[in-house]
């Protein structure tokens, strides 16, 4: 849990999708994917990162990846499907966390790549005039990324958190 002065934000990468013939938003969880989330919330809650605010794209998958993860947490987060979240690139998805209310210490994002890995990757990266970048943070299916930063939902952009855990399925 973010301290008063601290906030964090944990990604997650929907778990792994099954491929039916349906519409991609309609896409269901694979098998290994139903084994991997339930995985990663008890991950979560072991390490003590247990959000007050999540927020969901609407896919199929990534409400089921939720529907898994969240009995392994404890507690009632407020939770919001987000439409804007399904298919949303890095800047889209750095908006949705820009505009959580102060009340909020601790954020749970569920989404897509490539705009997952694209927005944690950002995030860690250093400021202008800095070191030279980061490699990039690559999220695969059920995989968390843990950022801390200091001050207001408003205020998080590039550079300015600090990537405190990371974690995938195939590393438990």
Known sequence: MASDETRQLILLRHAKSDWPDVP??????AKR?????????????E????PDVVVCSDARRTRQTWDLV??????SPAVRFEPRAYAAGALTLLYLVQ???????????IGHN???????????????????APPAISLPTAAVAVFEFPGDW??????????ISRITPADL
């Not at 994917?33 to 809650?45: F, S």
């Not at 890995?117 to 400021?127: I, V, Y």
């Open 99 to 109: 505009e959580l209310p102060s009340q909020y210490r601790t954020a749970l994002l």
């Open 33 to 45: 994917g139903r084994r991997d989330a339930p995985r990663i919330g008890r991950w979560l809650q």
């Open 47 to 50: 390490h003590g990162y247990r």
């Open 114 to 132: 490539p705009g997952l890995s694209d927005l944690a990757t950002s995030l860690a990266a250093p400021q202008a005039g800095g070191q030279s």
């Open 154 to 163: 408003p205020s998080i952009g590039p550079g300015d958190t600090r990537l």
């Open 70 to 75: 969240a009995p392994e947490l404890g507690g």
């Open 24 to 29: 991609d938003h309609e896409r269901p969880l």
